[in-house]
Every structure is written in C-alpha cells, then in structure tokens.
C-alpha cells in the first residue's frame, strides 16, 4: 500500500514511541508529527520517512493540529496525549474525513472524574471507593467535615475537572490525617475554582496498584500486560506523586504481587465500563487505547481508582516493544472491526522502563545547576544494535543547533527486555547509564526484587486479613 501518510500528536515519550512503532511499519509511511516541543526523535522519525513536523505548544489547540494533519493530507492520525482528545481532535478531525485511533469528545471519560465515579457507581459499585461530590458554593463546612470524620480523615480530595495529577491531595502525603488537615487542604483547593465547580471527596485505600490498558476496535476490548507504575518521585515509595517514573511488566498477564483471579476482576470491571458506555449510544466509536485504568488490589477486591482514555505513560513503553506484528496492521484492525489478541502478537517478555530526569523534577532540587545539555548517541546506538533488548524514547527535550536539551519534565525513558523482570531491570539500567546528562537523575528501585518482594508481601497479609 503506497503513499500512506499518518499523523502523530506527541507529547514526551508516549508519541515518541508510537510514532517510532509506526516507522518501522512494513507499509512505510510517511508521518507527520505535532509534538509540543523539538523533540528530536520525532524530528528524525518525521524527516527519515519524508513527512513533516511541526511544534503545537497547546496540545489542546485542534485547530492547530487538524489544520496541520488536513494540510499534510494523512490517511489517519493516532493522538498520544490526552489534553488533544478531552478537547476533541477525533471530532474535529471528523470535519475533514481523517479518522483517529481515539474516543470522540464525549467518551474522553477522564475528563470528569466526577462521571467516572458516578458511572462506575451505577455498573459496579463494590470497584468504587466511598466518596461524595462537593459542588463550590453549595456546600456547607459541617457537611464536608462531616463526611471526612466518616472516613476516618484517611481521604484522597480531588477536582473533577482533568488535572492530569495536579490538585489531587492524600492524606498523609499532602496533609495531616486529621479534621483540620484535611478541611484546609480542602479550603486551599477551592481557591484556584469557580462557583459550581465539583471536587470529590473519597476514601483513601490501601493496597498494591496496577495499570490496565486495553486495545480496541469499537466492538472488542483487549487487554495488554498488566504494568506497575512508580508514581513517587523517591525510592522506597517516597516524596510527591510524579507523572510516573518507571514501570514494569511480566511475561504473565498479571504481576507478580496480583493473582490471576485478581487479573479477572480487572477484565470483568473494564468489560462493563465499555459496554455500558455502548449502551450509552458510543457503539463502534470508542477506539484505540480508550481505556488504561488505574487499580488498586486490597486484598477484598479491587477498586478504581481513576480511567483514561488514552495510552498510559511510561505504561505504554513496556508494551510498545512487545507487539510482534507491524503496528499498522494493529492501527488497521481498529479501524475496521476486526481486532482480537491475536492481533498484537505479543512476545512473551518482560520489561521495564526507567525514566531518567531533570534536577528539579519531583522536587528533588530546588534548581537546575550544570548543563542542560544531553547526548544520547551511546544509548541510541544500543538500540539500534539490539532493538530486542533495549529501546530509547526520548521525552521533555528539545533540538537547538545540532544538540539535544533537556527541559523541565521527563527528559528520557529507556527500556530493557527480557525473559524475566531481572533481566529486563539489568538491561534498563545499562541504557540508563549510556544516557549521558551529567544532572539527570533516576530512581535506581524500579522493578527491584526488593520493591517486587515488598509488594508480594503486602498483597499476602492483606488477603489473611
């Protein structure tokens, strides 16, 4: 199939590996790349297969992007972020016959955790947590208080609106688990919100969590590996939660702490999400990777804790490598109805993703001293020798004169594969190391057997409870 063209919207990572997937499509098409910044592997990929780039500050902005994917004449776009989907690119793109591999508006359910929660509420209620809707100025400071007390002020505070992290407080991590505590986080967070804006107020549970994505083509989800996310900034589960600092993912389905039944009860949750949004009038639309959610297993069931629509990031790394057949067939399939897990292929391997990143993220640094500069051409070359064993994604960096910088966020996630987590650890840390950025840092307890051990653990005498 000649002259296909395909558009990307990246943002770090995720985008950096999807369109990477699709450059290596037997089909070879030419892609055409949104990024938020001068990414530089989204500027190689899209000059190495004749396509063009462009830099979209505000992935939000679909009409930057679809005139962009309209002018560039693409065949269909695949969007990495979700800032671009709650906004409605699938939609808009729709003016000009592009299909995306992406819910449409309506069905960018992270966009209100509030409908999540009530959603979930009606289909599923023993996977919600306890919680109650605020609205702003309508609610009374004894009815708040009231209901934190019930809880035992052990409670996890969250606006409605997507945050994608920020604004979110738990108790014990952002404030004190007492009445006053917890009454003044909520009382800070109404001040950045306008009347008949909606926070939720939920119970905090504890347990061990998974991420769960799913691949699907309208009519059929299909789930992908489970993946554990490092949400923590420092080692041993500590310091503020961060957009996630590595991940990792078994040959099994399910990891190593989850028992298959508890991998069951995560399809089962997911299964009726999808088919009550069907019923809902979505029928074929909800496509892609509409659903990468977020449980907790407690050891008495497992419980949401909140649904995406849109691929998981670093979650998504751990899966990307594994897919053994050409990723435009898999974007094919979606489109036309006809996707199954043999679609995927998926070689039976473990790996894992390590995020290497600047000074000042998660707050480990007050400022970023030294060079910004980073030179990844020793890990590169890695994975270009052994693509089976090592992958490089570059994230929050960009291209000025010839060399690579790295900003605030994520700078760049590196992979290894393996034939058990270990081995797939090892490897994430020899291309960890290859990177070279004399500030970068990284979170050396990733997928370790202390941390996996840990977690086992906990999972054991939560189900003896």
């Given at each position: 199939m000649a002259g296909i063209s395909v558009g990307v919207v990246s943002y770090g990572s995720r985008g950096a590996a999807i369109a990477d997937a699709l450059a290596a499509s037997s089909y070879k098409p030419r892609l055409y790349i949104a990024s938020k910044q001068l990414n530089p592997m989204n500027i190689e990929t899209a000059r190495r297969t004749g396509g063009g780039h462009i830099v979209v500050p505000d992935l939000s902005d679909i009409k930057a992007l679809s005139d962009f994917f309209s002018e560039s004449d693409v065949d269909f776009v695949v969007p990495g972020p979700e800032a671009s989907i709650i906004a409605g690119l699938?939609?808009?793109?729709?003016?000009?016959?592009?299909?995306?591999?992406?819910?449409?508006?309506?069905?960018?359910?992270?966009?209100?955790?509030?409908?999540?929660?009530?959603?979930l509420q009606e289909i599923t209620p023993e996977a919600n947590p306890r919680f109650r809707v605020f609205e702003v100025g309508k609610c009374s400071a004894s009815g708040v208080k009231s209901w934190m007390k019930k809880l035992g002020c052990r409670v996890a505070i969250k606006p409605d609106a997507p945050g994608f992290g920020k604004g979110v407080g738990v108790s014990g991590d952002h404030f004190?688990?007492?009445?006053?505590?917890?009454?003044r986080f909520f009382m800070d967070s109404l001040k950045s919100m306008d009347n008949g804006d909606k926070l939720i107020i939920e119970e905090q549970i504890k347990g061990e969590e998974s991420s769960y994505q799913v691949f699907c083509d309208g009519e059929h989800i299909v789930p992908v590996p489970d993946t554990r996310d490092y949400k923590r900034a420092f080692e041993g589960d500590k310091g503020?939660?961060?957009?996630?600092?590595?991940?990792?993912?078994?040959?099994?389905?399910?990891?190593?702490?989850?028992?298959?039944?508890?991998r069951e009860e995560e399809t089962k949750i997911t299964k009726a999400l999808f088919e009550q949004l069907?019923?809902?009038?979505?029928?074929?639309?909800?496509?892609?990777?509409?659903?990468?959610?977020?449980?907790i297993h407690t050891g008495k069931g497992s419980k949401v804790l909140e649904v995406n629509s849109r691929p998981g990031d670093p979650e998504i790394l751990n899966i990307m490598p594994l897919i053994g057949?050409?990723?435009?067939?898999?974007?094919?399939?979606?489109?036309?109805?006809?996707?199954?897990?043999?679609s995927l292929k998926l070689v039976p391997k473990s790996s894992v993703v390590i995020y290497k990143v600047p000074p000042t993220y998660g707050g480990k640094e007050p400022s970023y001293e030294g060079s910004r500069e980073v030179d990844l051409s020793k890990a590169m070359k890695m994975m270009e020798e052994s693509p089976d064993k090592y992958r490089v994604y570059p994230g929050d960096m960009a291209l000025e004169d010839d060399r690579t910088y790295a900003i605030k966020s994520r700078t760049v996630a590196c992979v290894g594969i393996g034939d058990n987590i270990e081995e797939a650890r090892n490897r994430a840390l020899e291309v960890t190391d290859a990177v070279d950025g004399g500030s970068l840092w990284f979170r050396?307890?990733?997928a370790s057997r202390k941390h996996i051990g840990a977690s086992i653990k906990h999972m054991e005498k939560l189900r003896a409870a």
């Open positions: 699938n939609d808009r793109l729709g003016q000009y016959s592009i299909p995306a591999l992406c819910p449409p508006k309506e069905y960018a359910i992270e966009a209100s955790k509030v409908r999540q929660r009530e959603i004190e688990p007492t009445e006053e505590g917890c009454y503020p939660n961060t957009g996630g600092m590595g991940s990792y993912c078994d040959t099994n389905a399910w990891l190593p702490f989850m028992t298959e039944e508890e069907r019923k809902n009038g979505a029928d074929d639309e909800i496509i892609g990777i509409p659903f990468y959610m977020a449980f057949r050409d990723f435009m067939d898999i974007c094919y399939a979606m489109f036309d109805g006809e996707f199954d897990l043999k050396e307890d990733i």
